[in-house]
């Protein structure tokens, strides 16, 4: 983490910004829309969690079924969990899922149900990721140790000629790290910097939580099934099954916006400067992907319309299909770039092409 704490330009394209402001509030008072979610939102929410929670129950009750649909059933845990991650919590712990704030608390606390943690997904996605979008030392999205080389400023190892091919398996251990030691270490290193979202927490509360409902996390998930007969093995085996499915669909379409080769890793100057405006800089370090398939845009939560996320986080995905012409129309006239990719498949090929490159030996190390 760089000592420095980034700024940005004031004095860049201001034209963008404040053009672009008033032609997506304009859109939302002519037709009268509230920015937060709606019926929409509301159903798909309903949706997801049957998905989450059906299987479980049918677990838990059929409690002698055979192993291979015990896996299906794993797998469809993990689908149903990552959505409720990109669609349910993620606009509730942006403010987006409701104008009504403890609606959108409680839906940011199904963060829980991921093995998460509030306070830390808060600082590391609003604060950091959000403010400091690939900003090496900054944006700890682009750290993942010395595993997987994301930025062409991290230091390469001989091994990294490979990532392009051993870090899709990695990627799938996101939520099962979590569940484990990573909140944990961010919870300590966070308080460490005084770091928070909005008014500081209490650190004792924010422990007392964070063990809390660890404890019952794995009571629900663990505990429960192997008290009613459930073999251990066989429970040990789903929980991996469900974290590694879920894990594997979120890093996926966490990387295809940020890890391409369009995007930048802006450093700021001498005196902590980004060369850009805020807004501006959104634009540098995003892409979208598969802006027009409709599967890609329900399941992911918007998160597929990176752009408009980024420069609207307190607008609920479901508007971003209708705010995205605004963004692009704006874009182009201020001759500013807008990434994006037409299909989900040319965005996982540029993803993992870009990781091929950045595991390429540097000339100057």
């Excluded at 607008?315 to 006239?333: D, L, M, P, R």
Aim: charged share 15%; proline share 3%.
């Amino acid at each position: 983490m760089s000592d420095i704490t980034p700024t940005f330009a004031k004095q860049d394209n201001l034209k963008f910004f404040r053009t672009l402001n008033s032609r997506v509030n304009n859109y939302f008072k002519e037709n009268d829309i509230e920015k937060t979610g709606n019926w929409k939102l509301y159903l798909k929410t309903l949706i997801l969690f049957t998905v989450f929670l059906t299987p479980y129950f049918l677990i838990i009750f059929l409690t002698q079924m055979p192993f291979w649909l015990f896996t299906i059933l794993s797998v469809v845990i993990g689908i149903g969990m990552a959505g409720i991650g990109m669609n349910v919590m993620h606009d509730g712990n942006h403010g987006s899922y409701s104008n009504k704030n403890w609606i959108n608390k409680f839906m940011g606390g199904t963060i829980y149900i991921l093995a998460g943690n509030v306070y830390n997904w808060q600082v590391q996605h609003n604060v950091l990721h959000h403010t400091y979008t690939n900003i090496p030392g900054h944006d700890e999205d682009l750290d993942a140790g010395r595993v997987i080389r994301f930025t062409k400023e991290a230091k390469w190892y001989n091994f990294h000629r490979f990532q392009h091919y051993y870090s899709v398996f990695l990627y799938g251990l996101l939520t099962f790290n979590w569940s484990l030691t990573t909140d944990f270490k961010q919870m300590s290193a966070y308080l460490k910097r005084n770091l928070s979202y909005g008014k500081a927490k209490n650190p004792n509360i924010l422990w007392t939580t964070l063990v809390i409902t660890k404890i019952i996390y794995f009571a629900v998930w663990i505990v429960i099934p192997m008290v009613i007969g459930i073999s251990w093995w066989k429970v040990l085996i789903g929980f991996f099954v469900m974290h590694y499915t879920a894990g594997l669909i979120l890093s996926i379409v966490f990387q295809l916006a940020h890890i391409t080769e369009e995007t930048t890793n802006p450093h700021p100057n001498e005196v902590g400067e980004i060369e850009s405006t805020w807004a501006i800089h959104q634009l540098l370090t995003t892409v979208n992907f598969a802006p027009k398939n409709f599967i890609v845009n329900w399941y992911t939560g918007g998160l597929n319309h990176q752009i408009e996320h980024h420069l609207f986080p307190h607008i609920s995905h479901i508007h971003y299909g209708k705010i995205a012409k605004f963004v692009k129309e704006t874009a182009q006239e201020c001759n500013l770039p807008y990434y994006e990719y037409k299909t989900m498949r040319s965005a996982v090929i540029a993803h993992f092409k870009h990781l091929k490159e950045l595991g390429m030996k540097p000339a100057i190390q």
